[in-house]
């Protein structure tokens, strides 16, 4: 009985404490190579992406109340241009609950990059007592013309993980490249978790089939660390989006009283060799 009752322990505390290490906010949209002007969806959903997981209602504090979010963008050619206003909030649905998340309608104008970027408030994770926010970006392509893909968004990113590889021109079998910044200087051994979108996204759902079998649920998220320089390398076994996570790059943090975990956050996408 008191062996039922220690594994039993166990497996409440693995609960309890694995899935924070495995959130991340997203900025998904179907294709990152685009080869002319044309109109896409984007989703911001705070999640657990290669289980297709428990997803967060972005904003969320301590008492339950969500607030809106602080920044959403695109730089291209180096200009930003501000699209807080455009988001719409929509109810993401997992496999496992449904949450808040934000979607947009728009159409990319232009050929070169587009890094769009997000900054939430911070979401209070109750298992850890702690607040979590994560600053996201992804660069999406029109005509393959490279302009801003390695350029630093600053402003309004206090952390950022700026690509040394496009990151919308890797096949599978190749590395990306990045640096972990804060306010634009490199952040040194920065630990980097490693995800997987294992679920495709249809609508405002995950849907049930994997793309890659999980051999045990302790290989993810991936763990690797950046060097002295802020530099980290990773190469791909599998096509799809990959995203970064560079935990608490935004330096020592308090907000509500409690700890702030301020994290970079970049998303890539492989493609396959045919």
């Not at 291209?76 to 988001?87: N, Q, V």
């Not at 979607?103 to 769009?116: A, I, Q, S």
């Not at 997000?118 to 005509?143: H, L, M, R, S």
Request: glycine share 8%.
């Amino acid at each position: 009985m008191k062996k039922l009752v220690m594994l039993l322990s166990l497996v409440a505390a693995f609960a309890l404490s694995a899935p924070a290490y495995a959130h991340f906010q997203t900025i998904y949209t179907p294709q990152s190579a685009l080869s002319k002007t044309q109109k896409i969806n984007i989703k911001l959903i705070f999640t657990h992406p290669w289980e297709a997981g428990h997803t967060m209602d972005i904003g969320k504090d301590q008492s339950g109340k969500i607030h809106p979010p602080i920044a959403f963008g695109v730089m291209h050619k180096g200009k930003k241009k501000d699209l807080l206003e455009t988001l719409k909030a929509i109810t993401f649905t997992s496999l496992s609950n449904k949450g808040r998340a934000y979607d947009v309608n728009m159409k990319l104008k232009g050929m070169g990059d587009h890094v769009f970027y997000f900054v939430p408030a911070p979401y209070y994770e109750g298992a850890e007592d702690i607040y979590i926010q994560q600053c996201t970006k992804a660069i999406y392509n029109i005509a393959g013309a490279p302009t801003d893909w390695d350029a630093l968004v600053g402003d309004p990113l206090p952390t950022e993980i700026v690509p040394l590889d496009k990151p919308y021109s890797i096949w599978k079998g190749m590395s990306f490249r990045g640096v972990v910044t804060c306010g634009g200087k490199p952040v040194p051994d920065a630990e980097i978790e490693v995800t997987y979108m294992n679920h495709n996204i249809e609508g405002n759902n995950f849907v049930t089939k994997e793309n890659m079998e999980i051999p045990q649920p302790d290989l993810v998220p991936i763990g690797i660390k950046a060097d002295s320089n802020g530099e980290f390398s990773f190469t791909f076994p599998k096509a799809g989006w990959w995203g970064f996570c560079a935990l608490g790059a935004g330096g020592d943090l308090k907000y509500n009283g409690k700890e702030l975990s301020q994290d970079a956050v970049i998303w890539v996408q492989v493609v396959d060799i045919k």
